[in-house]
T-cell receptor
Framework: AQSVTQLDSHVSVSEGTPVLLRCNYSSSYSPSLFWYVQHPNKGLQLLLKYTSAATLVKGINGFEAEFKKSETSFHLTKPSAHMSDAAEYFCVVSGSTSGTYKYIFGTGTRLKVLA | EPEVTQTPSHQVTQMGQEVILRCVPISNHLYFYWYRQILGQKVEFLVSFYNNEISEKSEIFDDQFSVERPDGSNFTLKIRSTKLEDSAMYFC???????????FGPGTRLTVL
């Protein structure tokens, strides 16, 4: 079965400093992995996705993530945080059981950006 | 750019009432999903739907829930008799293929009083 673990429920950074949001996954086969962002009272916006192509994935708004199979990790990074990055971030792994293909969400990491 | 739309954006209902949440998929998409997010919690899979049948459903998706495509375009989630604990944001997602990327709608916030 597929699962995903977000290692930090809350992360605080100062504006202009790097962001690291950690995600580990478990999958019995080569997974597809995603990061979504959710701003308060808003829907889910796809930041980036990994689907077995390049292991370093670049997304929107300067975010990127690196797929590391040996570490079963897919951490999200950004070199310099902006106030507008404050939001909830979800790591997602695709899972297939019974022939269907569903998304399995992590519990989320709330990013706070300090001025 | 095509997008998934959902109506209403916010629904307030009394406990025990029936609600129908609507989703309009991207036009060539054939696979449909509902997810739920209780306030402050993670997003959870409810059900997947293809070829007018449920493909898979979670433990949350009990007999009070049903899905259908009544007119070949809308994809609906019905809750027959709402409970307080059904209060959540409900997201519709659609994809063009079984392994395809899922595109999410903006969500419907359901409040049960």
């Amino acid at each position: 079965a597929q699962s995903v673990t977000q290692l930090d429920s809350h992360v605080s950074v100062s504006e202009g400093t790097p962001v690291l949001l950690r995600c580990n996954y478990s999958s019995s086969y080569s997974p597809s992995l995603f990061w979504y962002v959710q701003h308060p009272n808003k829907g889910l916006q796809l930041l980036l996705k990994y689907t077995s192509a390049a292991t370093l994935v670049k997304g929107i708004n300067g975010f990127e993530a690196e797929f590391k199979k040996s570490e079963t990790s897919f951490h999200l990074t950004k070199p310099s945080a902006h106030m507008s990055d404050a939001a909830e971030y979800f790591c997602v792994v695709s899972g297939s059981t019974s022939g269907t293909y569903k998304y399995i969400f992590g519990t989320g990491t709330r990013l706070k950006v300090l001025a | 750019e095509p997008e998934v739309t959902q109506t209403p954006s916010h629904q307030v209902t009394q406990m025990g009432q029936e609600v129908i949440l609507r989703c309009v998929p991207i036009s060539n998409h054939l696979y449909f999903y509902w997810y739920r997010q209780i306030l402050g919690q993670k997003v959870e899979f409810l059900v997947s739907f293809y070829n007018n049948e449920i493909s898979e459903k979670s433990e949350i998706f009990d007999d009070q829930f049903s899905v259908e495509r009544p007119d070949g375009s809308n994809f609906t989630l019905k809750i027959r008799s709402t409970k307080l604990e059904d209060s959540a944001m409900y997201f519709c997602a659609t994809s063009s293929g079984v392994w395809g990327e899922q595109f999410f709608g903006p969500g419907t916030r359901l409040t049960v009083l």
